[in-house]
């Protein structure tokens, strides 16, 4: 028998979670539900679970800063919410799981299971495994909150999914992250960790808004293109202390709109795409992003060329920062997502201006 705890502010998803428990899980056995985060510590403290299902965001103490209240943490934590965008910070506290509301009863399930499988802290591995569950989570979430920085408002239009907006697009990605976690689990990690901490500060320093969290990898949209490049730069600058992330930046500025939920557009798709032609510690952006920012001192910007992007219609000019600590991308060597065009007997992919 598997003894729980449920921290929640909200009755019914309380009620919700407890009825699952009842149906799915009847080897989970409820000690307490509890209201508020006080109630929640008094009652870990006096009953000492093997299992805490813990709501994130709550007023007066979010989850993690209730996590933070204890020297120890000798109970194995499930988050349950609503918001996709706690996923790597749910590994910092090493969680069993997270599970995004309304809960899946399936995940719910398999989440269960790993506690009885496990008696020991979650390894590097689960991590690892926890993360890429949470990468799937995340790219299947919506991206509704964007409605709040272009409407100003806090809910998304009806018609939102008619509605199309122009938008400073970011898409980031960690050179190697995939070849790496084979190599050396507790390193990618450590990386992974350090990443989103940067990235979701400076997002908000710069007022922009990261809707989508891949783990080794965020979208990102920005109402101005300097602020989306300012944090850019700043990002990469964060980056090369150690331990450094070999991070690539892509920006674009392009329509997104709306549909079932998701952001979608040409825009993202060319964000997508110039990101893909970076190095570690590159910040590349198109054309339309160049001219918003070529007569701002800041920023020193060199062309890499012209070229001919998969699912584009037209090749693109491509650029890259160029300030003190920014990696320039030869043009020679440069790969990524490009269009192979044939030759003769010969395949070519993109193409570059000369000088």
Known sequence: MINAILIDDEVHCLDTLSMLMADYCPEVEIMDRCLSPKTGIEAIKAKKPDLVFLDIEMPAMNGFELLEQFEQIPFSVIFTTSYDQYAIKAIRFSALDYLLKPIDPKELIAAVHKLQL?????SVEQMRMLMEQMQIQNKQAGFSRIAELFEGSGSL?????????????????IVGYTGLMQQNEE?????????????????????????????????????SATEAVQCAAQLQKRLQQEPVVPLRVGLHIGEIFFEDGKILGDGVNVASRIQSLGNGNSILY?????????????????????????NVEKPLEVFALANE?????????????LKKRKWGNFFFSGYTKKN
């Open 157 to 173: 239009p009806l018609d939102a999914k008619r509605q199309r907006r122009l938008a400073a697009i970011l898409f980031t990605d």
């Open 118 to 122: 496990q008696h020991a802290p979650p």
């Open 325 to 337: 600590g920014c990696v320039v991308p030869s043009k020679r060597n440069t790969e990524g997502k």
């Open 187 to 223: 390193q990618a990690v450590t990386i992974i960790r350090r990443y989103g901490s940067e990235m979701k500060e400076c997002v908000a320093d710069h007022g922009g808004e990261m809707l989508n969290d891949y783990g080794d990898g965020s979208l990102c949209v920005f109402a």
């Open 286 to 310: 198109s054309g339309e992003i160049h001219d918003k920012i070529k007569n701002n001192p800041k920023f020193k910007s060199v062309s890499i060329g012209r070229y001919d992007f998969k």
